[in-house]
């Protein structure tokens, strides 16, 4: 009995019938089956956590736009597939944006982006790094809210999202005002306070691959200039003083304008050679150019490197944090 219910899972649980189906009805150009195809190769090993590298999707689908999801969501329900979303690929949890035998949705070739100058409203597609958004918006003077550090993706804001810009204007899905999504039965729907409202609320913080995929987001942009910004690194014999620091920062500023990320690590420093393996590096970010006195209880304390100064605002995101190193061979 439970064989013949197991073989029945195995027969509607079939990944190459989709990967058939997704090869032919969206081409060549837009699926990737053999795990030697250099983009499969890319979408397996570009998570943030390299333990995730080892699962192996049975294929990669590169969407161009809604109607591609919408058909690849249709193959993956009739097949029964597994299935993964990936944007930027730094959620760090198991299968939440990899899959094992499944087919991986890779939403980096939904790259679009666009500024309407009368509105202020920001669209862009799921596919581009919180850097990159932040470089294309600096020509019209304004940004989008979203991650502090430049490679991490927009799946960031469907969980809420933390920016450097956020004690003046909310998560980064606060900033959310009409969002494209394609639900699981392919239906592509708007979700804004308006149209399918209960939906908007749910995405706005509720997780990624949580209620379907959005494949436009439209936000309020802000205004952005020079900000005062840099990083300073410490050794971790001051670990006290940094998080007395942090601590008051955190009871006693009241200037919305200033932003701290703490960061104790492991550091691999191979251009600075510093003889380091650990430290702790703070990220400081003023939205203005004079930040009065907001970051004095870190300059304070002695440090080995301190690279404040006048900043545009992609550039105190620009550091890489290191990638988390497998923990051993799989
Ligand atoms: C180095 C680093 C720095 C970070 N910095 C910050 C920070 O400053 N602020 C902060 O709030 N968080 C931060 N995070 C956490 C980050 O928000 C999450 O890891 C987030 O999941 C990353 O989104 P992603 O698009 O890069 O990842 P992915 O792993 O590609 O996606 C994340 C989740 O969302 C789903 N998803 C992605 N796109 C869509 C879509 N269009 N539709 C439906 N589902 C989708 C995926 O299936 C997955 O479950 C950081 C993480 C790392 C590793
Ligand atoms: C792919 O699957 C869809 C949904 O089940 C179906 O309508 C379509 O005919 C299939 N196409 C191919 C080429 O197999
Ligand atoms: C950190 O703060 C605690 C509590 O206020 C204090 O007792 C301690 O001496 C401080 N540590 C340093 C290194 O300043
Ligand atoms: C710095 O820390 C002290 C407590 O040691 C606190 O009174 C002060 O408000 C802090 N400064 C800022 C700008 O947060």
Not at 214 to 240: C, F, M, W
Not at 292 to 314: E, S, V
């Amino acid at each position: 009995m439970s064989s013949l219910v197991f073989g029945l899972l195995g027969l509607l649980e079939d990944p190459s019938a989709a990967c058939r189906n997704l090869t032919s009805s969206l081409g060549i150009e837009r699926t990737a089956v053999s795990p030697l195809d250099l983009r499969y190769i890319n979408s397996r090993n570009s998570y943030w956590n390299q333990k995730l590298n080892a699962y192996a999707p049975a294929c990669v689908v590169y969407p161009e736009d809604a109607q591609d999801v919408s058909l690849a969501l249709k193959v993956i329900k009739a097949t029964g597939s597994r299935f993964a979303i990936k944007a930027a690929g730094h959620n760090t949890n198991d299968l939440f944006s990899s899959v094992d035998d499944g087919v991986l949705i890779d939403l980096t070739h939904m790259t679009g982006k666009y500024y309407d100058e009368h509105t202020t409203l920001a669209t862009y597609e799921p596919g581009s790094s919180w850097g990159d958004l932040y470089d294309f918006y600096l020509q019209y003077g304004r940004t989008v809210v979203g991650g502090r550090i430049y490679d991490v993706g927009t799946g960031l804001a469907l969980g809420g999202g933390m920016s450097y810009l956020s004690p003046q204007y909310g998560m980064a899905c606060d900033s959310f005002r009409e969002l494209e999504v394609v639900l699981p039965n392919g239906d592509i729907v708007t979700a804004s306070s308006t149209q399918n409202p209960d939906l908007f609320f749910g995405l706005r913080g509720g997780g990624g691959n949580s209620y379907g995929v959005v494949t436009k987001y439209t936000v309020q942009s802000r205004p952005i200039g020079t900000l005062y910004a840099g990083n300073l690194l410490y050794i971790l014999d001051h670990h006290e003083k940094i998080l007395n620091a942090t601590r008051d920062f955190i009871l006693y500023n009241q200037d919305p304008k200033a932003a701290i990320l703490m960061n104790f690590n492991v550091l691999t420093t191979p251009d600075l050679d510093l003889g380091l393996d650990q430290a702790c590096l703070m990220f400081l970010v003023y939205d203005g150019e004079d930040p009065g006195d907001a970051f004095a209880n870190f300059t304070a304390i002695p440090y080995l490197l301190n690279t404040l100064g006048p900043k545009t605002y992609p550039q105190p995101c620009r550091q890489r944090v290191p990638h988390r190193r497998a923990p051993g061979r799989r």
